[in-house]
């Protein structure tokens, strides 16, 4: 969380973004990169490879190194899950320096950050947002049966552990997001297929609007929360299960989704006069998206009494993102979510 009033802080050394520089990062870069790598230009090594300039541009211009090392991590384990085994991983990350350098980036400065990043990463797993938790053996139940074809059994696990008093918020996060992750990480190392990653995020929607009927507490709904994604991000599960659950805790919710224009989000936190504007990004190409959007909230007077958030796997592994590119805070899951709206309007109630 980021001081937003003077009261807290979770942030190292606040760092300003000086303008995302937009080198035009695209597929045709990434083609060259496995040319010269003489790697055969699949659909998915141009994708990986793309996904690696974008993380490097942004990790660059950001000053936040850890949007590369977390690609890295990704990187790794696709490239073996993809058979790539004559070229090694820290060959591919200093070929994606290269490209960047080459689109006009100091070339001492990207180097310095590959190599950190390769440094840093050494053997590290990807621990953001998982730890083990009481509900583990209720996940790894549910993701056994999704992944046995089972939604039936998946929903019925879930349905009965609610009846027996598990908590939602619980549920959400320690059950079906620990999940997703989970299954992301079996897809990330080739264990299971997209066809089965897809399943399995199907399923976990469909036991979220199972929860539909819990969702509804009849409180009185004083506060209001609009909720967007940036322009282009897909993972549309983790923002669906923060508006779910302030739902729950008694919040009025707008779920805009992922293809909203700024006029209409300006308009519908006019509209709701809502308190909070959450937005998410699930890639690093995002972030610059972000913080234009943050800069049109603010600017503009339907929408600058708004408190905005923000979260998403780049501000998963780079909180102090958040506040660089201007959010009031930012948390890394639908239950430290609630603690934080309650705690920005409670700020901002105590300062009225
Ligand atoms: C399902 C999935 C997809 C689906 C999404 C379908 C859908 N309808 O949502 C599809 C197939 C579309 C997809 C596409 C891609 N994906 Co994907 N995907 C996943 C997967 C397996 C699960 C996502 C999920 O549901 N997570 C569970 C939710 C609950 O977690 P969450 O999103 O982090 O949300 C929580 C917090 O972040 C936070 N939060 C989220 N938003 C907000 C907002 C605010 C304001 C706040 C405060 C908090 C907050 O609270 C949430 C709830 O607790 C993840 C694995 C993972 N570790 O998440 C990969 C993952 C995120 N994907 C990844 C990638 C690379 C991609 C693609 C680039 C793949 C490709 N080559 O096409 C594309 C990019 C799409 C895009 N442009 O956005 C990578 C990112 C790797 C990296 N390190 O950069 C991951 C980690 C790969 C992996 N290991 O599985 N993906």
Known sequence: MFPSSGDYCQVMTPRHIPGLVDLGLDARLARMVLEALGLEPSAELTDLVAGGLSALEVALTSGHDELFEDFLGFQTARLSALKVSHVD?????????????????????????????????????????????????????????????????????????????????????????????????????????????????????????????????????????????APGSLHEVGLRMVVDLLEHEGWGTTYLGAASSVEDLLANVAEQHADIVAISASMPGQVSAVRSMIGHLRADPRSAHARIIVGGRPFLVAPALGKAVGADGTASDARSTVALCERLVGAHDAAH
């Open 89 to 229: 991983t820290r060959d591919v990350a200093h070929a994606i320096g290269r490209q960047v350098a080459a689109q006009g980036a100091s070339p001492g400065a990207v180097e310095d950050l590959v190599d950190r990043c390769l440094a840093r990463r050494a053997g590290d797993e990807d621990t953001h947002g998982v730890g083990p938790t009481p509900l583990c053996p209720l996940a790894r139940a549910y993701l056994g049966r999704v992944l046995a074809v089972d939604r039936e059994q998946a929903r019925e696990l879930v349905a009965s552990a609610l009846s027996d008093g598990t908590d939602l918020g619980d549920i959400l996060v320690d059950v079906l997001e620990a999940a997703q992750r989970e299954v992301g990480r079996l897809w990330e190392l080739g264990e299971i297929s997209v066809a089965q990653e897809h399943y399995c995020t199907a399923v976990t929607q469909m036991v979220m609007a199972d929860l539909y009927p819990y969702l509804f507490t009849g409180r009185d709904r004083r506060r209001h929360l609009v909720a967007v994604h």
